[in-house]
T-cell receptor, first 117, second 117 residues
Framework: EDKVVQSPLSLVVHEGDTVTLNCSYEVTNFRSLLWYKQEKKAPTFLFMLTSSGIEKKSGRLSSILDKKELFSILNITATQTGDSAVYLCAVEDTSRPLMNRDDKIIFGKGTRLHILP | GAGVSQTPSNKVTEKGKYVELRCDPISGHTALYWYRQSLGQGPEFLIYFQGTGAADDSGLPNDRFFAVRPEGSVSTLKIQRTERGDSAVYLC???????????????FGPGTRLTVL
């Protein structure tokens, strides 16, 4: 069964700390791994990773994928209270890769990050 | 610009009633996804449309759930004989044509919070 597992489930740190969020996965036909930030209802897209070892970076956030060990990490440096949110990891599973259709996105349960001022 | 919109934002109904949830995707997006998110969980895939057709409905929990997208734009998620366990936030997302970059970046709507009493 396809699954995406995130750890820790929740994390509380002080402003200025650096955090690392983990995501491991098992899917039949991997195409990409996605990170989202969810503050209220709608998740907002952060990164999409398809290749191992290539770091994606946006400001204080960065992420990297290891396709051999089947995991990804999301790093946030110099955290701010506005970083408080649930961070979701999702994996795209293509059941019919040759036809490039029927893509299914499988989400983890998320990591709830709370930044204390 | 206009993003994904969902109506209503909140819906309270009684057990056994029928409900319809509407999603307006971003104009021109051919792919549309429905997810269900329960408290403390990541979004759970329900159904995926490519144009007017349901390319993958394997996530629909049972035959009380049905979704349509008759003109390839607006979609309606229909739930018959609602049960208390159906209470959740129902998220809709759209993305551009598959096979084109950014591959499968999904843009989420604000969700509909369904409460079944």
């Amino acid at each position: 069964e396809d699954k995406v597992v995130q750890s820790p489930l929740s994390l509380v740190v002080h402003e200025g700390d650096t955090v690392t969020l983990n995501c491991s996965y098992e899917v039949t036909n991997f195409r990409s791994l996605l990170w989202y930030k969810q503050e209220k209802k709608a998740p907002t897209f952060l990164f999409m990773l398809t290749s191992s070892g290539i770091e994606k970076k946006s400001g204080r956030l960065s992420s990297i994928l290891d396709k051999k060990e089947l995991f990804s990490i999301l790093n946030i440096t110099a955290t701010q209270t506005g970083d408080s949110a649930v961070y979701l990891c999702a994996v795209e599973d293509t059941s019919r890769p040759l036809m490039n259709r029927d893509d299914k996105i499988i989400f983890g349960k998320g990591t709830r990050l709370h930044i204390l001022p | 610009g206009a993003g994904v919109s969902q109506t209503p934002s909140n819906k309270v109904t009684e057990k056994g009633k029928y409900v319809e949830l509407r999603c307006d995707p971003i104009s021109g997006h051919t792919a549309l996804y429905w997810y269900r998110q329960s408290l403390g969980q990541g979004p759970e895939f329900l159904i995926y449309f490519q144009g007017t057709g349901a390319a993958d409905d394997s996530g629909l929990p049972n035959d009380r759930f049905f979704a349509v997208r008759p003109e390839g734009s607006v979609s309606t998620l229909k739930i018959q004989r609602t049960e208390r366990g159906d209470s959740a936030v129902y998220l809709c997302a759209s993305s551009p044509s598959p096979g084109l970059p950014p591959y499968n970046e999904q843009f989420f709507g604000p969700g509909t919070r369904l409460t079944v009493l």
